[in-house]
Nanobody, 113 residues
């Protein structure tokens, strides 16, 4: 399983970014997909997840601002991030889970003026 995350960058507070995670080496539709993040000096936390049937779950801190979605035809999961705040600054990781966890390499998101 390979997961390639992209779309990170520097954005001003209140701005938007869309992260993408392209998956290969798996039957994508069989996997629950998630985004995690790790901020400097903090533990990794779950940001959002989407199940095989499309059921979504969000961390309280991002609910209403972030949207996770998946395109099974493209083997890709997305994270649309709106109204970004400085506390959203972190490395964001893609995760694919079925019988075991699979991780991508991470993409840096920096929210700063």
């Amino acid at each position: 399983v390979q997961l390639q995350a992209s779309g990170g960058g520097l954005v001003q507070p209140g701005g938007s970014l869309r992260l993408s995670c392209a998956a290969s080496g798996l039957i994508f539709s069989d996997y629950a997909m998630s985004w995690y993040r790790r901020a400097p000096g903090k533990q990794r936390e779950l940001v959002a997840s989407i199940g095989t049937t499309g059921t979504t779950n969000y961390a309280y801190s991002v609910k209403g601002r972030f949207t996770i979605s998946r395109d099974n035809a493209k083997n890709t999961v997305y994270l649309q991030m709106n109204s970004l705040k400085p506390e959203d600054t972190a490395v964001y990781y893609c995760n694919a889970r079925r019988f075991r966890e699979n991780w991508g390499q991470g993409t840096q998101v920096t929210v700063s003026s």
